[in-house]
Structures are given as C-alpha cells and as structure tokens.
C-alpha cells in the first residue's frame, strides 16, 4: 500500500515567546516492511534543521527559533510504501501456515536474546512493571503455561483489547498503566503501554512503536502499537487498540521503549505564556503496487528536503530590506527579512526557566 501523509502541528502563544529549542520525530523509517519514497519538513517561523539518528535509529530533526515569535508550526509530508495489502499482516506467518514460534518459556531461557534485547525486556519510564500488570501477566502463563511465543503475545494484545474502552479525553500523555488500568479507559499510547508491560514481565521482548494508520483519512494525532520479538519471524507487530496483527495499513515512525523515546516532538521555550496546540494528520491512500511492482533496492530512505532559513542573524545585518531565497534539495522558499521579528539579544533573570512545549498524545480518529 501507498500513502501521503500530512502531519501538521501548530502552536499559538498568549505572548510572543524566545529561545526555543525542539526535536522532532516525524519521518518514517524505511526497513523490511516498508520504503519511504520521500519525506519534507517545513517549519514556520524559519529556523536552522539539524537532523540526526538516535540511539534506536528513527530519524531526528533539531532546531531553535531564537527570536520572538507568537507561533510555531511544524509541517511533514511523507510519501510512503508499505510491503503488504492492506488486510495482509506485515510479518508473521501467511495464511494457513502453522505458528513456527518457539514455546515462550523456551525464547525466556535464551540467554542471548536476553542479553541482546535487555532493553525491551525490563523497565522504563511509561512501563515500570508493577504490582498490577504482573499479576495478569501470571494468570495468562498459567491458563497455557505451553503455549508459543506468537499465541501468548496474540493472546496478551486480545487482553488488553478487552479489558480496556477507547475513549479519548481519559488520559493524557504522562499517565501511568496503573491509572489506565484502574480507569478501564484510554488511548491508542495506554493500549500500548499496557501491552508492554504484559509482555516484559512474561520474557517477551517488546517495543513501542510510533506510527500512522493509513486508513484513518483525517485524525487529531499518530497511533501507537507494540512490536513483540518472536522468533523465527522476528520483529511482529500487533494493534492491541484494533484487536490484530498490523497489516499494510500501520505505517512506521519510530521505535523505542516506550513513548518518550519516540516522541513526536518535544522542547522548550521562554516567555509565550500559555501554548495552544493544534495537530491535524491526514493520510491519502494511494493504492497498491500491484503484483510483482514491490520496490526494492536499498533501504536507505531519500534524504529529507527541509525548508529552513540559516545563520539570520548575520544575514540581517547585510540583507535588510531584501528577498532571501534558499534553495534545498530542490525546494526554494522566499523570505522578507523586513517582515522577521527582531532577534532576542539576551535572556533576562526574570524570565525564569523555560516552559516545556506540550505534547501530542497518540490518539487517532479510529473507523
């Protein structure tokens, strides 16, 4: 399957704010179930883009807005391929083919996928494997205590689907697994993060993954699944929050332990006030590629064209008054420096510390 995706957020400050510095998650990895065909970044005011790979690979994106400004919107528009119809599962076995999984308690005692996958089987900050999810993670192994790594994380992902209601507005981004649990109530992120937890206290190596549902036309925010590790398929995705193993539709963004390292963005700023924030995703599917049409080649995605405006400072000395035209990775954006606010020339006592920007929960528009 194909998609173009757009993912726009905005912030809109009760007073101009100064010294902001952000990081952004927004381009989608390209790997075995997926390519990326292109990816654009802009940001408005204009800022200086840094991008770079974090520890778990995703693709980051770091800039700062130095002088005033009463808003900020962050746009990417992605155009991306998924490796299977939008019914079919991304991994796992094919239709009638037998669960070639080993038995759980087997994968538990493998030294060296404990060793090697440490991180997704132990604690973090969202799953900090409590009293309460280990408690159902016991009652699951007992009811099968033979039963394969796949069936058990098929079976714990059906858990969570039933024991909890997708209901919006009954979280937010910093709650716990215990407050989702004892609420009964949350969000694509809660589905997740509860699924994690099942998972690492029974052995399962599992990890957060940030995403889109290519599916959902227009939405609020991203989605969120988990990808347990399960030999010999390797990495599988299951949708707890849609109840299935992720098909042609979930389209990746990032991995990690949980939701922040996988962020959509995050960052600070001074001065501003009160930050509104406004997010809005739409997917446009573009249909599959037909029988034997799947790309292939390198995995390495295209580098990122990003529109931003560099060193102004500088150039403002020099270029006032005129038309500043940069051109990247083919794109070209026009400036008026007489129409950029001033710089800020230097941070005051009384400005205290900064303000942290607020987050997006994962909470798409499901159909």
Not at 52 to 58: L, P
Not at 102 to 124: C, I, K, M, N, Y
Not at 266 to 282: K, N, P
Request: glycine fraction near 10%; proline fraction near 7%; hydrophobic fraction near 35%.
């Amino acid at each position: 399957m194909r998609y173009r995706i757009r993912h726009r957020t905005g912030y809109r400050y009760a007073s101009p704010a100064f010294e902001s510095f952000n990081e952004v998650r927004l381009q989608p990895v390209a790997g075995p179930t997926q390519t990326l065909l292109d990816f654009d970044l802009s940001i408005e005011p204009p800022a200086t883009v840094i991008s770079f790979r974090d520890y778990y690979g995703n693709a980051v994106h770091d800039f700062g807005v130095a002088y005033l400004h009463d808003r900020l919107v962050i746009e990417s528009t992605s155009d991306v391929v998924t490796h299977a119809g939008a019914d079919e599962p991304l991994a796992g076995p094919a239709d009638g083919e037998p669960d070639a999984s080993p038995a759980l308690r087997d994968l538990v005692a493998d030294v060296t996928v404990e060793d090697e996958l440490a991180e997704f089987l132990g604690p973090s900050s969202f799953v900090p494997l409590e009293r309460e999810t280990a408690e159902i993670a016991r009652t699951l192994l007992a009811e099968q205590p033979d039963e394969s790594a796949l069936a058990f994380f098929r079976r714990a992902a059906e858990h969570v689907r039933t024991r909890l209601e997708y209901v919006v507005g009954t979280t937010t981004v910093e709650s716990s697994v215990a407050e989702v649990l004892a609420g009964g109530q949350g969000v694509c992120q809660d589905f997740a993060h509860v699924l994690l937890s099942l998972c690492r206290h029974a052995g399962l190596p599992a990890r957060y993954v940030s995403g889109y549902l290519g599916s959902v036309e227009d939405s609020s925010a991203s989605h969120a699944w988990v990808e347990a590790y399960v030999p010999p398929y390797g990495w599988i995705g299951i949708d707890a929050t849609l109840g299935r193993l992720c098909t042609g539709e979930h389209v990746k963004l990032g991995i990690g332990r949980d939701y922040t390292d996988v962020a959509v963005l995050r960052g600070t700023y001074h001065g501003g006030g009160d930050a509104e924030l406004t997010v809005g995703v739409t997917c446009e599917s573009l249909g599959g590629l037909g029988e034997g049409s799947q790309l292939t080649g390198a995995p390495d995605e295209p580098v990122a064209r990003l529109v931003a405006i560099q060193n102004l400072g500088a150039m403002r000395q020099c270029q006032r008054g005129a038309v500043m035209v940069q051109a990247m990775g083919g794109m070209t954006q026009e400036v008026s420096l007489e129409e950029l606010p001033p710089l800020r020339a230097q941070l005051r006592p009384e400005d205290g510390p900064p303000s942290q920007q607020p987050q997006q929960q994962q909470q798409p528009g499901l159909a």
